[in-house]
Nanobody
Framework: QVQLVESGGGLAQAGGSLILSCAASGRTISSHAMGWFRQVPGKEREFVAAISWNGGTIHYADSVKGRFAVSRDNARNTMFLQMNSLKPEDTAVYYC?????????????????WGQGTQVTVSS
């Protein structure tokens, strides 16, 4: 089993930056694809970014492309989401996930492990 814990959320102004972390425990995540989703109340969880086991393949949602960057440090069992040029519409609870697969699986919310989420609020 893999346990995931997000951190780094909080309040930011529009145009500002935040860095989210997703720390894994229970098992090394070096062979797992990982990624981020976000969700606002009343809406479906939305894909944000995904990264393959070694960082060789990365995908972003169009809404964050050019502003967000996902990365991972397998030695620290941690994944990151650097969020720049934040907009009020980025306000959401951000969830990290991990899959038993090493390669990215897109267009699904059926991932193997999820964190509990961290709130990001962007003020205008």
């Amino acid at each position: 089993q893999v346990q995931l814990v997000e951190s780094g959320g909080g309040l930011a102004q529009a145009g500002g930056s935040l860095i989210l972390s997703c720390a894994a425990s229970g098992r090394t995540i070096s062979s797992h694809a990982m990624g981020w989703f976000r969700q606002v109340p009343g809406k479906e969880r939305e894909f944000v970014a995904a990264i393959s086991w070694n960082g060789g393949t990365i995908h972003y949602a169009d809404s964050v492309k050019g502003r967000f960057a996902v990365s991972r440090d397998n030695a620290r069992n941690t994944m990151f989401l650097q969020m720049n040029s934040l907009k009020p519409e980025d306000t959401a609870v951000y969830y990290c996930y991990a899959d038993d697969a090493a390669l990215i699986i897109l267009e699904t919310m059926k991932h193997d492990y999820w964190g509990q989420g961290t709130q990001v609020t962007v003020s205008s």
